[in-house]
């Protein structure tokens, strides 16, 4: 297990990588600019990553957030990997069902469900 800038905390397993976002608030753009590198820097260099997001500590979530997650999620699929989301609160549940994004993210309950749902 990794800790990068203690914003994410990354544990792989298998070839199956869970990201736990370890914000309470991803709101302020120098922080979604840093999330955004280390996001892609999970990446780099794989080939058709299998990866969970998992949102358990996160209650406050910025638009701006939320274009970082659907790139992140762009590059997986150029990759021919394979993204999921877990334990999303349901206050920001509730943002992905009004924007639609729930259409295009896989959102499991629970993170067990999500690293169950790559295998």
């Known amino acids: 297990m990794s800790n990068h800038a203690a914003m994410l905390q990354i544990h792989e397993d298998d070839g199956l990588i869970e990201v736990r976002l370890m914000m309470d608030a991803i709101v302020d753009e120098a922080n979604i600019q840093s999330l955004d590198r280390e996001l892609k820097a999970v990446i780099d260099d794989r080939e058709r990553p299998l990866i969970v997001i998992n949102f358990g500590n996160v209650r406050h979530l910025s638009s701006s957030a939320l274009g970082t997650l659907i790139s992140f999620n762009s590059a997986i699929q150029d990759r021919e990997g394979q993204l999921r989301l877990a334990e999303i609160n349901g ?20 993170a067990q469900d999500a690293r169950a749902s790559l295998r």
């Open 91 to 110: 206050t920001i549940l509730e943002v992905f069902k009004i924007t639609k994004l729930d259409r295009i993210f896989v959102i499991e309950e629970t």
